[in-house]
């Protein structure tokens, strides 16, 4: 079943920079799709689309007439100082409707101990590290149980254990929840360990120029030999893959 169906026709900003150009992809529901893109690409603008964040742009974008369940996880935590760490969870569940509030509000102490935040919940965003917020980032976009979860390199600032951590426990939440997963990144390794398929976008103005399906079973590390050699066979075939320089375009592999 199709979740989200993407055809970007052309988005330009009011400077005149062209961002994205002929960029269409689909996913089905509960996939989870790594988007890696040269810098500047704009990955950020096409969740922003996605999101619905930015309505400037030509082209279309379903499922038709229904809004998606959907949430956010950005690359800072983005917690709400003055709220606690329970608050920051109850700030979201509010947003849901009525009826299933009470539920999820009862299942947060125990979604905090899964998620290795127990004796936390009265703690404000200073108090905690910075793995510990994006611990409570993640759980906050999870909570809600989004059909679409759109993640913009949520751990790109973390030391490599911490990153690691939150990787598996990502993988967890979304076994659990099975949304739909679109998730950008620059590093190959963690898109080849986490996700299904992995979208390659352009240089600037960005299309797919790579649709590629990983087919190892997991569970997946970011140094696993398999990761490793998928890695290499990428990069073999494809040297200029990381900077959007393949001429001729590739989909469904």
Known sequence: MTALNVHIQEKVFANG??????????????????????????????????????????????????KLHMGFMFQE??????????QNLELVIGALPTHAQPALLKKAPELLHEVGLQGFSDAFPRQLSIGMQRRVSLLRAFIIQPELLLMDEPFQSLDE????????????LWQETRSSVVFVTHNLREALALADRILFLSVRPAKVILD??????????????????????????????????????????
């Open 161 to 172: 254990p911490t990153a690691d951590q939150l990787r598996q426990l990502l993988l967890k």
């Open 17 to 66: 920079l062209c961002a994205l150009s002929d960029l269409q992809f689909e996913t089905r529901q509960g996939q989870f799709t790594a988007i890696v893109g040269p810098s500047g690409a704009g990955k950020t603008t096409l969740l922003n689309i996605i999101a619905g964040l930015d309505g400037e742009f030509s082209g279309t974008l379903t499922p038709a007439g229904r």
């Open 77 to 86: 935590a983005r917690l709400l100082p003055w709220l606690t760490v329970q």
């Open 212 to 253: 590629y399906t990983i087919e190892c079973a997991r569970p997946r590390q970011t140094h696993d030999d398999e990761v490793n050699r998928i890695h290499h066979e990428l990069l073999q075939t494809h040297p200029e893959l990381l900077s959007g320089a393949i001429e001729q375009r590739i989909i469904d592999r």
